[in-house]
Structures are given as structure tokens and as C-alpha cells.
């Protein structure tokens, strides 16, 4: 059963300025009207040429199509990706037969400098963090369980709702939580674990009759079935008075003081009983995100092999402008361009997560920046600032600047009785394996995945030119974009 309680007044960052073209674009078509007033008192047909190339420029940076890109940004997208390639940044050899020393599969791009270290929580039980070095954050991975609102009543699942959205306000009022991401990974089961559990149940003396029967349900019932995963990584970081980020140990301190509460809470969202991943758990996910073909090999084994950090990562990896080439798989991923128009249930997005027809792992990770009350209170007031001045600018104004403007008085009236603003993305990689006519399958995957999308209201855009950044991204291992800076011309790391 499914609440009909309807959630919506998401709206994207105004820009504001003159038709909301931006304060930026506004300020400098202002100095182009100056200048050609001050020009034209010595020459006309300068400050006429003046006018037409200055304006011309601003209408180029300002018409944006429905990705929300001008021509420039989409030129600059281009020439970095063809830049890259020429230089081959795009793509990557590990192992004993790579160039570099050491024989290690270190993980590659933007995930080169990511490494993980064991700390001890409020209560002394151990867990793990995952250290990003460029950027000074450290990741907390939580395996979660999720009960399901299939069979619950309306009330609970709002209850669920509520109670995520109280989780969200708390985080928002702790210093240092920069990200909240939540990765559903549906994969095929292989079978192995169903097969080995069923076979130690089997006694020697067992009747004809029920070998046989218990050896059908084996072969019938171990392949067709799917793992769904659930991983909530929480991102922090740490700096002292000076602006420095804080080492390690006392990082983990204050995470681990965390950790029992947001067990918790997350427990009332109908999350189930959450658990921090440890060091091997996140190594051989990593090793059968990059290499699909090597889940059954370490599922075989009645105690998981052990796989180091250090050769979690691919041995060969090849970025596409729309494809990303790693080991036994072929992916794509995509990023979230507009959320839903219209308002939504708390089940939509139900058929994007579950398993859908010729995709063979796909991942879907959802990520939630939440700013503290002060910032939320004076951006609420902002975008309402905005919204009014676009209705004023209008000589009849339009539907959809009329509900910008009824969003964003809501939004100040919630942020005044105690709700923080939440900025939310989307990321969606869809896997096939490697061999014939892969191409063929990745594309009826794409499909796929753009369908089950499209059902659920929201508008998603291939990550062109940069699938080997949107695949780590949507790996649950906390990675912030947002805050990383690149250290090249072309924002790639390799």
C-alpha cells in the first residue's frame, strides 16, 4: 500500500539579475550599454559595433537549452574531452604488466588519492572510514537493510518520511557534514551462496525423493534472482581555527561519537538495523564494481578471499565520451538534469530502483547536500527576493514564474519554523558485461534505465566526456564533486 501524501516545491538555485540571466551577465550588459553611450560621443559606428558584439556575446552566454548549458560551456566540454584523449589521460593500465611500479591495480582518475583507515566508534566496536586526501573529507559507509513500505500502513510510511527528513535536519546542524549519499546497487545473484547454503542442509542418508527435489530447487531457483544493496555514506570534514583539516585519529573521534545516533535515526527512517562496512567489505566491493566477472569467483569460497585496497581497482579502464570500458564490464552513467515537475508519492522512484530488463548491475545513488539553519534562512529569503523581482520584470507574467514565486514563499515560510534547505542530485550507472554485441546491450540497458526514469518524472543527461568521474562518483564510497577541485586545465586525474 502506498501513502497518498504528495512531496514536491523542489526548484533549481535562482540566478537572479535581469530575466534571471545571472548577476554577472547583468553587470556586464550594463558596462557594454555604458560603453557604448561613452564611445558614441566620438563614433557612432564603433559604439554601434560595440553594442552589437558586446550584446551578441551576452545573448550566447545567456540562452541556455534544456540541460541548462550555453554553447560555450558545451564548446568547453568538447575540446577538454577531445584534449584528453589526445593526450590518452583517458585511459588506464594496472597491475604487473602496467608502467608503473609495484604490479599494484590502484584505483584510477579521481579516486587515485582515496584510501581507508580503521577507527573505533563511541561504544569501542571498529570501523572504517574512508579518507579522501585531496579534499580532507573522510566517508562513513553504513550497509542498511530497508524494510520496505510495501506492507505497511500510510501512517508508517510517512513516519519513514518524517523521520528521513529529521535525519537530514540533524546532519544539517552538525559542523563538518558536508554530504549524504544513498547508493541501491542491484546486481544478479549468482547463485553461489543460495547453492552452498541449500547443499550443507543435505544429509547423506536423505530419501531419493528429496535429493532430487532438493537438487531441482538448487539448479531452478539459484539463477535469475538479484542482490539489492543499500549503502548510506555519510562525508565529513574537519578543520581547526587556522583552516587546517584535522588529522585522522581525531577525525574518527568525532565521527565515532556520531555513530551510535545515526544508527538510530536511521532505524526510525526504516532503514533497518544499520552497519559500518569494514576495510575487506569495501575493497571487494570496489573489485566487483570495476570487475563484474570476479563476484562468483569471490563468492565461491565459504570465507571471502581477501583483497587489498591497494588491488581493488581495475587493470584496464578506457574512457568513452559516452561509455566507460573497466575490466569485464561496460558502463554508462548518467546525471540527474531537472528533478520532477509536479508533485510525487513516496514510491516513485520504485521502478528505477529495482531490477529492470537488460541491464545486468545497475546503481543508483542519490546525494544530499544540507545546508546549516543560518545559511538556510538567508538563501530562503534570497530565492524568494529573486522570484519576485522575475514576476516584476514580466509584463504578463507567466505560470511558471508565477509557481517560482509560490515555491519560494513556501520555502520561506518552512525554513522559518525550523527546516533546512537540502540541495539533491542523482547518478545512475547501468553495467553490461564485456562480449559480444556489447554494444547492442549497453544501449537496450540505456534504454532501460531512460524509461524507468522517464516514469519516475525525472530528467537524466549521459555524463558526456566524463563517465570515468560520473561511475566513481556513483560508487559508494562518499565521494564529493562538489568539493573537489581539479589540479589540471582539463579537471582530470589520471
Known amino acids: 500500500m502506498a501513502s497518498n501524501t504528495t512531496y514536491g516545491d523542489w526548484m533549481r538555485p535562482m540566478p537572479g539579475g535581469i530575466r534571471n540571466i545571472g548577476i554577472p551577465l547583468t553587470l556586464a550588459g550594463m558596462g557594454v550599454l555604458v560603453t557604448t553611450l561613452l564611445v558614441s560621443m566620438a563614433n557612432v559606428l564603433a559604439a554601434i559595433a560595440i553594442l552589437v558584439v558586446g550584446m551578441g556575446v551576452i545573448l550566447v552566454l545567456a540562452v541556455r537549452d534544456r540541460e541548462h548549458r550555453n554553447m560555450v560551456e558545451r564548446a568547453v566540454e568538447r575540446r577538454s574531452w577531445i584534449a584528453a584523449k589526445r593526450s590518452g589521460s583517458n585511459l588506464y593500465r594496472s597491475g604487473l604488466l602496467a608502467p608503473i611500479d609495484g604490479g599494484r591495480a590502484m584505483l584510477p582518475g579521481i579516486l587515485s588519492q582515496v584510501g ?45 518520511v518524517a523521520s528521513w527528513a529529521a535525519l537530514m ?26 547453492r552452498r547454503t541449500l547443499s550443507r542442509r543435505i544429509v547423506a542418508d536423505a530419501p531419493d525423493l528429496a535429493a532430487r527435489a532438493m537438487a531441482q530447487i538448487m539448479d531452478q531457483y539459484a539463477a535469475g534472482g538479484a542482490s539489492n544493496d543499500v549503502t548510506l555514506a555519510l562525508t565529513f570534514r574537519y578543520t581547526d581555527r587556522d583552516g587546517r583539516y584535522l588529522d585522522a585519529d581525531e577525525a574518527a573521534r568525532r565521527i565515532g561519537l556520531l555513530l551510535p545516533s545515526i544508527r538510530e535515526q536511521v532505524a526510525q527512517a526504516g ?12 575493497a571487494r566491493m570496489v573489485r566487483v564494481a570495476y570487475d563484474p566477472a570476479a563476484q562468483e569467483a569471490l563468492e565461491e569460497r565459504d570465507e571471502p578471499p581477501y583483497v587489498a585496497w591497494e588491488d581493488c581497482g581495475p587493470v584496464a579502464c578506457e574512457a568513452g565520451w559516452s561509455d566507460y570500458a573497466h575490466d569485464s564490464g561496460l558502463s554508462r552513467t548518467w546525471e540527474m538534469v531537472d528533478p520532477p515537475q509536479s508533485n510525487v508519492t513516496a514510491d516513485t522512484l520504485t521502478r528505477l ?20 539553519p543560518d545559511r538556510t534562512m538567508f538563501l530562503a529569503e534570497q ?16 505560470v511558471r514564474s508565477m509557481s517560482q514565486i509560490g515555491k519560494a514563499n513556501r520555502q520561506a515560510v518552512e525554513t522559518n519554523q525550523g527546516a ?54 556513483c560508487l559508494p564510497l562518499g565521494l564529493n564533486v562538489g568539493s573537489y577541485k581539479p589540479a589540471g586545465p582539463l579537471g582530470r586525474l589520471m
Not at 577507527?119 to 530497508?146: I, K, M, N, W
Not at 544513498?182 to 543460495?194: E, H, I, L, Y
Not at 527576493?385 to 520584470?393: C, I, R, T, Y
Open 116 to 160: 581507508v583507515t580503521s577507527a573505533l566508534d563511541g561504544l569501542g566496536r571498529e570501523f572504517c572510514l574512508v579518507r579522501h586526501a585531496r579534499t580532507g573529507e573522510y566517508s562513513l559507509l553504513l550497509s542498511c537493510q530497508p524494510q520496505g513500505a510495501s506492507l505497511a500502513d500510510d501512517d508508517v510510511e510517512d513516519s519513514y
Open 169 to 194: 535536519e540533524s546532519l544539517a546542524s552538525e559542523s563538518g557534514v558536508t554530504q549524504l549519499a544513498v547508493t541501491v546497487d542491484t546486481a544478479p545473484d549468482s547463485g553461489v551462496r543460495f
Open 271 to 282: 532503514g533497518g538495523s544499520a552497519r559500518a562496512l569494514g576495510l575487506e567489505e569495501i
Open 353 to 372: 530502483l529495482a531490477p529492470l530488463a537488460d541491464c545486468d548491475r545497475k546503481r543508483v545513488t542519490v546525494l544530499y547536500r544540507m545546508l546549516p
Open 383 to 398: 530565492n524568494r527576493q529573486k522570484a519576485a523581482n522575475q514576476v516584476s520584470q514580466e509584463k504578463r507574467a507567466t
Open 420 to 473: 533546512v534547505m537540502v540541495f539533491f542530485g542523482m547518478l545512475v550507472t547501468v553495467t553490461v558485461a564485456r562480449g559480444e554485441q556489447e554494444g547492442r546491450r549497453l544501449e537496450a540497458a540505456s534504454r532501460a534505465v531512460e524509461q524507468a526514469a522517464g516514469g519516475a518524472k525525472i530528467d537524466l543527461r549521459p555524463c558526456y566526456g566524463a563517465q570515468d568521474t560520473g561511475f566513481a562518483a
